[in-house]
């Protein structure tokens, strides 16, 4: 039927134009049954292509159907080379205004119709992005005229859709084209005040315009930081269909955020009662704790942490495993980037934890992380580690001593638990830094020390293939940035405060 229909259609025989539609329709369902029965290169490349181009009114029909059938095929069979050549079409269908700009008369649903079918090859997993950026500029200038053209909601949803993969594919090439996005969402979020499901969408769309704007996202603040209080507010309403994408939102802000803003800082007020809920948002919550540590330690610890660990005692109440590795993976990270601030605000929790590595944990991944967090305490705050000892030995009536020589018993019996090893390392560290001292117990302990030493140095040395050599695999000894493929995301601003 399809070779049937090969070459002009009769733009004035209905039924022709009705059979062609159905054909089309046919075979787009079907794309994937008849990947081997249909060469589609060859037919966008002699037919569909030909198609499209037809102005007459009456095939208005066969072009929409088209379009809609190319976004089936894109995926199933399309050689990456005719892509180019899709782009151009797209670009000039966008600018018929038979196929996009609506009349009052008109079906919505054409819109979106158009929309999601004619840009489907950028939501596609063979997307390339050079070969999309000749087109960037004029394609996402006609997306943006049509978000402000449109006046349905549902429409204005699927615009925004589209203009949310543009800008996640195209990452940060995007930055020179968006300054009239940048002025027309906070309007758009305003008009939106009755419709959440529509602020839904915009959230998505800013969460990947932070992503593609970086460090330079700060400029967005005075409309971002109060979007992001809204949604994240569990006393607002509208909180119920906003707070999944504001806490997303809010947490790439953080990424990008080149350095705290007391707005920035004041947010986290609605942080207490979001780890009250105890929701599926927990995960995210805690990395935006942490990506709050990376930003500014000092301010937001000297800020937050007695709240924050009030919060963490209340859930560790009543949590599961996995999530008291998440809790404690948040204390960790405090005491690593800030030794004295981090072990003091968090205080008690740590009782807790120095019970558990006594007790023995059972459960593995939970006792590797008390062990990582004993182990920064012993090896970067080595006085506040005394004096946990000593509350300790209090409370369980030992001898210093004898608590001690618990600890590094169990500690070396239980080092095959932790299997990171940047962990294991700590731990090799943390216990060497006790051998200077005289103390018996400590010397009893040497042969034990020494061998979790040497599996843990065993773990980290690596030969150089250059020098024959061998070093330590996690040793930086210079910042160089790394050279990015095009398929890499370059580094936020977080992934660069790691590294140092």
Do not use: Y
């Given at each position: 039927?399809?070779?049937?229909l090969q070459g002009p259609t009769n733009v004035e025989d209905p039924v022709q134009l009705l059979m062609k539609d159905a054909v089309y329709n046919a075979v787009g369902l079907a794309a994937y049954e008849l990947f081997d029965?249909?060469?589609?290169d060859?037919?966008?490349?002699?037919?569909l292509l030909g198609e499209l181009q037809v102005s007459h009114h009456r095939y208005k029909l066969i072009r929409r159907r088209v379009i809609w059938l190319i976004g089936q095929w894109i995926s199933v069979k399309f050689k990456s080379d005719l892509r180019p050549v899709l782009y151009e079409i797209i670009l000039s269908l966008m600018q018929d205004p038979d196929l996009v700009l609506m009349q009052k008369d008109d079906d919505p649903f054409i819109k979106m119709y158009f929309l999601l079918n004619s840009l489907s090859p950028v939501d596609d997993f063979e997307f390339r992005t050079e070969q999309f950026l000749p087109y960037l500029e004029?394609?996402?200038?006609?997306?943006?005229?049509?978000?402000?053209?449109?006046?349905?909601?549902?429409?204005?949803?699927?615009?925004?859709?589209?203009?949310?993969?543009v800008i996640e594919r195209v990452s940060i090439q995007i930055r020179p084209y968006v300054g009239c996005l940048v002025q027309y969402l906070p309007l758009l979020w305003k008009q939106s005040e009755e419709h959440n499901m529509l602020r839904c969408a915009i959230l998505t769309t800013l969460i990947h315009l932070v992503q593609g704007l970086g460090a330079e996202s700060k400029n967005l603040y005075p409309f971002l930081l109060p979007v992001i209080q809204l949604s994240t507010d569990v006393s607002q309403p509208p909180h119920v269909y906003l707070l999944e994408d504001g806490l997303e939102l809010w947490l790439v802000t953080l990424e990008n955020s080149p350095a705290i803003t007391p707005e920035l800082l004041r947010i986290f007020q609605n942080m207490s009662a979001l780890l009250e809920l105890s929701s599926e948002n927990l995960r995210t919550c805690f990395q935006i704790?942490?990506?709050y540590l990376y930003l500014s330690a000092t301010d937001f610890l000297q800020n937050y942490a007695e709240s924050?660990?009030?919060?963490?005692c209340d859930l560790l109440k009543d949590i599961t495993n996995e999530g008291q590795v998440q809790v404690l993976k948040v204390v960790e990270i405090a005491l690593k980037v800030s030794p004295v601030l981090g072990a003091h605000m968090f205080q008690p929790l740590l009782p807790a934890v120095f019970r558990g590595i006594v007790d023995g944990e059972r459960y593995p991944v939970v006792m590797s992380t008390y062990l990582g967090i004993m182990g920064r305490v012993l090896l970067q705050n080595s006085t506040f580690f005394s004096s946990l000892l000593t509350q300790m030995a209090s409370e369980c009536n030992q001898e210093m001593d004898q608590l001690l020589g618990s600890v590094i018993e169990m500690w070396v019996d239980r080092m095959d638990n932790i299997t990171q090893p940047e962990r294991r390392k700590l731990s090799a560290l943390a216990l060497l830094s006790l051998l200077p001292s005289d103390n018996s117990v400590i010397q009893d302990k040497f042969c034990g020390i020494i061998n979790i030493c040497v599996e843990a140095l065993h773990d980290v040395m690596t030969e150089d293939p250059d020098t024959g050599t061998y070093k330590d695999c996690m040793l930086m000894s210079h910042f160089e940035?790394?050279?990015?493929?095009?398929?890499e995301e370059p580094p936020t601003e977080q992934d660069k405060r790691k590294k140092l």
């Open positions: 039927m399809v070779q049937n029965n249909v060469d589609f060859q037919w966008f490349k002699n037919q004029s394609i996402f200038g006609l997306l943006f005229q049509l978000l402000q053209q449109v006046t349905e909601c549902d429409t204005k949803m699927q615009v925004l859709h589209v203009i949310s993969c704790v942490n990506a924050l660990c009030r919060s963490f940035e790394p050279k990015l493929s095009d398929d």
